[in-house]
């Protein structure tokens, strides 16, 4: 199993950013995907979650309503669209499949003027 991230990088307060994860090594549109972040001096933690068919997410709450999680199951890869940053959404942003403990390498998101 494997996942890989891009699309990370440094963008002022108010931007955009869109991640992507391409996952390899299991049947990918059967399981539920996510996406955590770590802050610095912080523990690794939830910002959202879409089921195989792509047909439920669900989102921590300081990221409703700005930030979208989707799928696309023939390219094998799940999105993270954030609009509206801010300073604090700065983290290492990680894609995961938890039923076989799946992390990727992380992408870096630094939100700052």
């Known amino acids: 199993v494997q996942l890989v991230e891009s699309g990370g990088g440094l963008v002022p307060p108010g931007g955009s950013l869109r991640l992507s994860c391409v996952a390899s090594g299991f049947t990918f549109s059967t399981y539920t995907m996510n996406w955590y972040r770590q802050s610095p001096g912080q523990g690794r933690a939830f910002v959202a979650s879409v089921t195989g068919s792509g047909g439920d997410t669900h989102y921590t709450d300081s990221v409703k309503g700005r930030f979208t999680i989707s799928r696309d199951n023939a390219k094998s890869t799940v999105y993270l669209q954030m609009n509206s940053l801010k300073p604090e959404d700065t983290a290492v942003y990680y894609c995961?499949?938890?039923?076989?403990?799946?992390w990727g390498q992380g992408t870096q998101v630094t939100v700052s003027s």
């Open positions: 995961s499949q938890l039923s076989y403990n799946a």
